[in-house]
């Protein structure tokens, strides 16, 4: 889509899925603390940090002039604003939910708006 090549950003089934009525922007990937949480697309991280209320460890890639993704809970960040990645770098590790489950937290935005990130994912 518009260039972008798109996977899984880590290996656990899907516990929760895209809502455009909830609060909830993307969707919830199972995993355990410290599993690998990686990039879904080549980019460039445009924000790696705690600043965002309710994120905990955020990581934010932009792929393309239309794409950002973001990736949250994360219990370590392995990149900082400004790296180059490409699809299937380890990014970040696994963290805790706010509802205390360990997952990873993905969400896309296509021209500042969130979608459902499974309509650009594989199936597996």
């Known amino acids: 889509v518009d260039g972008v090549t798109w996977q899984w950003p ?3 089934r899907l516990l929760s ?5 909830s609060a909830v922007r993307g969707i919830d990937v199972s ?7 990686y990039a879904a697309a080549d980019g460039d991280v445009v924000y790696a940090g705690r600043g965002i209320q309710g994120a905990g ?3 934010i890639l932009r792929h393309s002039a239309r794409y950002l ?16 990645v490409r699809a299937g770098d380890k990014i970040a590790e696994i963290g805790t ?3 205390g489950r360990e997952l990873l937290h993905f969400e896309v ?3 500042g708006k969130p979608v459902d990130p499974v309509r650009y994912l594989p199936n597996r």
């Not at 899925?17 to 009525?21: A, L, R, V």
């Not at 990736?71 to 990149?79: D, E, F, I, K, R």
């Open 10 to 12: 880590a290996d656990g």
């Open 17 to 21: 899925t895209f809502s455009e009525t």
């Open 31 to 37: 995993g355990v603390q410290g599993q690998a949480g």
């Open 57 to 59: 460890n955020l990581v």
């Open 69 to 84: 993704s973001a990736y949250m809970y994360n219990s370590n960040m392995l990149v900082k604003e400004g790296d180059s």
């Open 97 to 99: 939910g706010p509802n």
């Open 109 to 111: 935005r296509m021209d």
